[in-house]
């Protein structure tokens, strides 16, 4: 079964305006990811925020966590037609590091 | 090397076939995993290694077989595979520690016919 659920699940804004994307979840996590793949194929890596931090800052992106509310958030600063992709919000559970996907968003940049 | 590579990139088969996809990484990572996604749809967990040793299987169906021959090197064997099975199959792979990222690879698109 799917830990989280992305929202919304598709989102469509012009080039230079911020994108913003929820993910919540259920049970108790050891980290969240967020992920972003390209035209179905291998997924990228961008941000991990440990269960004990509250936001975290990669160059254009910024996440935060609200463990109270089960919650996290991906901005995306000043986007770019290549920011147009499906992006993942993932959560890691357990001593095996079940790592468990979310149902996406899927963001166009339009130029 | 910071890569995880995935063979075949297509593969086409029968129901009656039996086939394998191949994952390998040399980043020394000690945990590998094998992901399912349907098109339009987020990927699902299948199977984890962790130390050459399954970890993890949710639950797949036994025409799904895999098998960890080392640490860099991770099969998924495919036997009487059914039409929906179709999809993306992606390995991943993962350093080893409480905090880490999984590096994916580009995936097999396969297709049960």
């Known amino acids: 079964s799917q830990q989280g659920e992305e929202d919304p699940q598709a989102l469509s804004i012009q080039e230079g305006e911020n994108a913003t994307m929820n993910c919540s979840y259920k049970t108790s996590i050891n980290n969240l990811q967020w992920y972003r793949q390209n035209s179905g194929r291998g997924l990228v890596h961008l941000i991990l925020i440990r269960s004990n931090e509250r936001e975290k800052h990669s160059g254009r992106l910024r996440v935060t966590l609200d463990t109270s509310k089960k919650s996290s958030s991906l901005l995306i600063t000043a986007s770019r037609a290549a920011d147009t992709a499906s992006y993942f919000c993932?959560?890691?559970?357990?001593?095996?590091?079940?790592?468990?996907f979310g149902k996406g968003t899927l963001l166009t940049v339009n130029p | 090397d910071t890569e995880v590579t995935q063979t075949p990139k297509h593969l086409v088969m029968g129901m009656t076939n039996k086939k394998s996809l191949k994952c390998e990484q040399h980043m020394g990572h000690r945990a590998m995993y094998w992901y399912k996604q349907k098109a339009k749809k987020p990927p699902e967990l299948m199977f984890v290694y962790s130390y050459e040793k399954l970890s993890i299987n949710e639950s797949v169906p036994s025409r799904f077989s895999p098998e960890c021959p080392n640490s860099s090197l991770l099969n998924l064997h495919l036997h009487a595979l059914q039409p929906e099975d179709s999809a993306l199959y992606l390995c991943?792979?993962?350093?080893?520690?409480?905090?880490?990222?999984?590096?994916f690879g580009s995936g097999t698109q396969l297709s049960v016919l």
């Open positions: 993932a959560t890691v559970r357990g001593s095996n590091y079940k790592l468990t």
């Open positions: 991943a792979s993962r350093l080893r520690g409480t905090n880490e990222k999984l590096f």
